[in-house]
């Protein structure tokens, strides 16, 4: 049996080292074909699959992963539930969940209690939003160790997902008495407490996110500013994640101008252009760009923390975000032929983030673009898309009878990164989007937004809430049921028709008659030749009190009713004793070409 073993050990050996010699002579894509034409063993097919997989190469190392399980009769079942699992996380990666989930299941087969088959098992559930099967098996991998950490937060962090938010905090709590600096753990934490609208915690526990990621916030020789006086002093806040979030806590650079502070502001490139245009930004520097000389330096979203920010007291002195006035003018110019109901729609989220949770996350929150055809659809509605880069084939992929208005060309180059967007949300009517930096945009400049939200959402809307404290302007339509957008789009189509009627019927009221406005303008002649006449009259006898004459009258002066003069007059002396006035030919042409202009707009008749 022992030479049995050492002969197998030493047959991988060998094939081992034969594949790095062929690697070295002809490179890796000429392995396979150089291999050896022999019958390999399980051990064999393992010792490839692993190579590949140091190699990274996942699709041979998968391969090979299969081939060792197709000739694995007599393996060890704990050795084989193994090879599974790896085949199985491959295949997870490549987002083939049902294969996956194959293989996770055979494992456990082999292996019932086997706790990193019963972890993957769950974790991929979770991915799929199976949360009830994901928490049963988180439990079951507690009852067998209840101290492992991994469970223990992956069970708090479905719990959050479910809505049990109460009992996410209680296991969490749990998980930190067990590991205390868990950074991931403290994360959750305060994004649960967030959730919820406990700022207090929360912000405090929000100080981990570093430590969960694997970062650090930037080291400067500058103290950390702490809330001390800063009157006089320059600071310096930096950005830390995403362009949302920079578009959202910016606000809190007016609190540190109103202290006295010269705020300077690195952030990044993208949003560089539109932030100059913040009075309360003495100086916008782009990320990695050379920093003036600075006395204090402050993460962005440690603000919040530092200035006991609670859900009564977020700064609210919006707008905060400002477009360019120029800009602003110019896209009135350019919309102002289209007499509908606007509405700016933003369907996607940025896809290009580096791990697959986030990818998964965005395309969660992320609606298909042929949902957002019933707006278009609504009359008297045109729809702009506001979307960049990703997510823009779909246009392609709609019925051609949609129209989706598109801004081509130089659009956000020119001038910068959303220099244009954000002027032409000052022209719409309404924007409509997905979380993404385009919503706190629109909720920064303070125009009308509708936020759409999935189920679980991100925590700073904060649950069961219609609205927002960061934004009073954001209406929140949020899914009833993980993954369905139909009945969310179907309300906001329904509140959409609402707005537009509403819309159509006040300015229907605003029409004016030609003949009512005729009338009200013969009124305010009258009126002002009235005033005048007793003008007139009043001078005259203020004169004639100044300087008398001979032929001055002692007796009272009589106001006479005024007199208006019309296009019949013939000479200053003539008169006449009626009130009406007629329009000149100019005056009736602009009423009659006003009221076509309203009658043309809404279909509708004097």
């Known amino acids: 049996m022992k030479h049995n073993k050492s002969l197998a050990f030493l047959r991988s050996y060998v094939l081992c080292l034969?594949?790095?010699?062929?690697?070295?002579?002809?490179?890796?894509?000429?392995?396979?074909?150089?291999?050896?034409?022999?019958?390999?063993?399980?051990?064999?097919?393992?010792?490839?699959?692993?190579?590949?997989?140091?190699?990274?190469?996942?699709?041979?190392?998968?391969a090979y992963y299969e081939k060792t399980i197709a000739v694995s009769s007599g393996m060890d079942s704990a050795r084989l539930a193994d090879i599974h699992i790896n085949a199985g996380n491959i295949l997870r990666e490549k987002d083939s969940f049902d294969a996956a989930l194959k293989h996770y299941a055979q494992a456990l087969q082999l292996h019932p209690t086997h706790l990193t088959a019963l972890m993957e098992l769950g974790n991929t559930l979770n991915m799929l939003d199976r949360d009830p099967e994901s928490i049963t098996l988180y439990m079951r991998v507690l009852e067998l160790k209840p101290d492992m950490v991994s469970a223990l937060h992956n069970f708090g962090f479905t719990l959050k997902k479910m809505g049990r938010y109460e009992d996410a905090i209680k296991v969490f709590r749990k998980l930190l008495e067990i590991t205390p600096n868990y950074g991931l753990g403290h994360f959750n934490l305060a994004a649960t407490?967030?959730?919820?609208?406990?700022?207090?915690?929360?912000?405090?526990?929000?100080?981990?996110?570093?430590?969960?990621?694997?970062?650090?916030?930037?080291?400067?020789?500058?103290?950390l500013w702490d809330g001390a006086d800063i009157a006089g002093k320059k600071i310096?806040?930096?950005?830390?994640?995403?362009?949302?979030?920079?578009?959202?806590?910016?606000r809190y650079a007016q609190i540190l101008k109103e202290k006295g502070a010269h705020v300077i502001f690195e952030t990044q490139a993208a949003a560089a252009d539109i932030l100059r245009l913040c009075k309360y930004i003495d100086q916008v520097v782009v990320r990695n760009q050379p920093l003036?000389?600075?006395?204090?330096?402050?993460?962005?979203?440690?603000?919040?923390?530092?200035?006991?920010?609670?859900?009564?007291?977020?700064?609210?002195?919006?707008?905060?975000?400002?477009?360019?006035?120029?800009?602003?003018?110019?896209?009135?110019?350019?919309?102002?032929?289209?007499?509908?109901?606007?509405?700016?729609?933003?369907w996607h989220g940025n896809g290009n983030y580096p791990t697959q949770a986030l990818r998964r996350a965005v395309a969660a929150k992320s609606v298909p673009l042929n949902l957002f055809a019933s707006l278009a659809k609504i009359p008297n509605v045109s729809v702009y898309s506001l979307q960049q880069v990703d997510g823009l084939n779909q246009l392609?992929?709609?019925?051609?009878?949609?129209?989706?208005?598109?801004?081509?060309?130089?659009?956000?180059?020119?001038?910068?990164?959303?220099?244009?967007t954000a002027a032409v949300m000052k022209n719409l009517d309404l924007v409509v989007s997905v979380d993404t930096s385009i919503i706190h945009l629109a909720g920064g400049l303070d125009v009308n937004a509708f936020l759409i939200l999935p189920t679980p959402a991100d925590w700073r809307w904060i649950v069961d809430r219609q609205d927002s404290p960061w934004y009073p302007k954001i209406r929140i339509f949020q899914q009833e049921t993980p993954g369905e957008w139909g009945p969310v789009i179907q309300r906001i189509k329904n509140t959409v028709e609402s707005l537009v009627n509403d819309n159509a019927t006040k300015l229907k009221k605003n029409i004016i008659d030609p003949a009512a406005l005729e009338k009200n303008i013969t009124n305010i002649i009258a009126q002002i030749v009235c005033h005048k006449a007793d003008s007139k009259d009043k001078n005259s006898e203020h004169k004639s009190k100044n300087d008398p004459s001979p032929a001055q009258s002692t007796e009272p002066v009589t106001q006479a009713r005024p007199t208006i003069p019309t296009s019949d007059d013939t000479s200053e002396n003539q008169s006449t004793s009626t009130s009406t006035i007629s329009f000149t030919d100019k005056t009736r042409h602009i009423v009659q070409e006003e009221l076509a202009r309203y009658q043309h707009r809404f279909g509708t008749q004097r």
């Open 18 to 62: 034969f594949l790095v010699c062929i690697t070295h002579a002809y490179g890796q894509s000429e392995i396979e074909s150089s291999t050896p034409s022999i019958n390999p063993s399980a051990e064999e097919y393992l010792e490839l699959a692993k190579f590949y997989a140091e190699k990274s190469d996942k699709e041979k190392a998968l």
């Open 193 to 223: 407490l967030l959730t919820i609208g406990n700022f207090k915690e929360g912000w405090s526990e929000y100080e981990w996110r570093w430590q969960a990621y694997g970062e650090s916030p930037k080291r400067f020789s500058q103290p």
């Open 236 to 250: 310096l806040i930096y950005s830390e994640q995403g362009l949302g979030d920079t578009f959202e806590f910016i």
């Open 292 to 346: 003036p000389q600075f006395d204090y330096q402050v993460p962005l979203m440690s603000l919040p923390l530092i200035l006991g920010t609670t859900i009564e007291t977020v700064p609210n002195n919006i707008p905060y975000l400002h477009a360019d006035a120029k800009l602003i003018d110019y896209w009135k110019q350019r919309l102002s032929s289209d007499k509908n109901f606007k509405i700016g729609i933003c």
């Open 396 to 420: 392609n992929e709609l019925d051609p009878s949609i129209a989706i208005h598109q801004f081509s060309g130089d659009f956000d180059k020119t001038h910068g990164r959303f220099m244009d």
